[in-house]
């Protein structure tokens, strides 16, 4: 069974803070990990993903196969980067599963 | 290119009552996917279909059911709606390799009363 744990409902941060949104997963094979974003009012979007290595708008994040996991980073908060962050895990037979969610609150 | 799309955008129903949500795509996506949202439970997959032609439960399968009517479309139906199934309904669809990412509609808003 794959999963994905995301521990934190609400994190919030001042604007400048750095930030770090975590996630967990639970999957015997080689997962490929996802972090989506949902802005007020607007679909679901894909922010990066593992296997890209890449920094969107400031944010990076890093799988540790060790301590499986991946979580989500950006060393200064800005008040756009509120939003609900999503981690999500891509196994076997393209099923593809979602932590709970962490609603980040950036306080100006 | 639109992308997803899904139709209703807001639906209520009563308890009881049946309806099926739609799904379309034009990305030439083999995999597509609905999801529900719900607050403090994230994304939970119901159904998804890996290809055309085939279909395969997620999470939260019971009270749907789904039809991949060809490579485009992938509907949601609830046969007999319950206040359980008042969410936000989210299709998605990906390519072929399992590190596509997913891209999603805009959702549809049920109520059931």
């Known amino acids: 069974a794959q999963r994905v744990t995301q521990p934190e409902k609400l994190l919030s941060v001042f604007k400048g803070a750095p930030v770090e949104l975590k996630c967990n997963y639970s999957y015997s094979g080689s997962p490929e990990l996802f972090w ?13 993903r593992h296997i890209s290595r890449e920094s969107i708008k400031g944010f990076t994040a890093d799988l540790n196969k060790g301590e499986t996991s991946f979580h989500l980073k950006k060393p200064f908060a800005q008040e756009e980067d509120s939003a609900m962050y999503y981690c999500a895990l891509s ?3 393209q099923k593809v599963t979602f932590g709970t969610g962490t609603k980040l609150q950036v306080i100006p | 290119n639109a992308g997803v799309t899904q139709t209703p955008k807001f639906q209520v129903l009563k ?20 999801y529900r949202q719900d ?11 890996a290809s055309e032609g085939t279909t395969d439960k997620g999470e939260v399968p019971n009270g749907y059911n789904v039809s991949r009517l060809n490579k485009r479309e992938f509907s949601l139906r609830l046969e007999s709606a319950a206040p359980s199934q008042t969410s936000v309904y989210f299709c998605a669809t990906t390519g072929s390799s399992y590190n596509s990412p997913l891209h999603f509609g805009n ?6 009363t």
């Open chain 1, 36 to 48: 989506y974003v949902q802005y007020s009012r607007q679909r679901l979007q894909l922010l990066l």
């Open chain 1, 91 to 93: 196994g076997g037979y």
């Open chain 2, 15 to 34: 308890t009881g009552q049946s309806m099926t949500l739609q799904c379309a795509q034009d990305m030439n996506h083999n995999s597509m996917y609905w």
């Open chain 2, 39 to 49: 607050p403090g439970m994230g994304l939970r997959l119901i159904y998804y279909s």
């Open chain 2, 107 to 112: 959702g549809t808003r049920l109520t059931v």
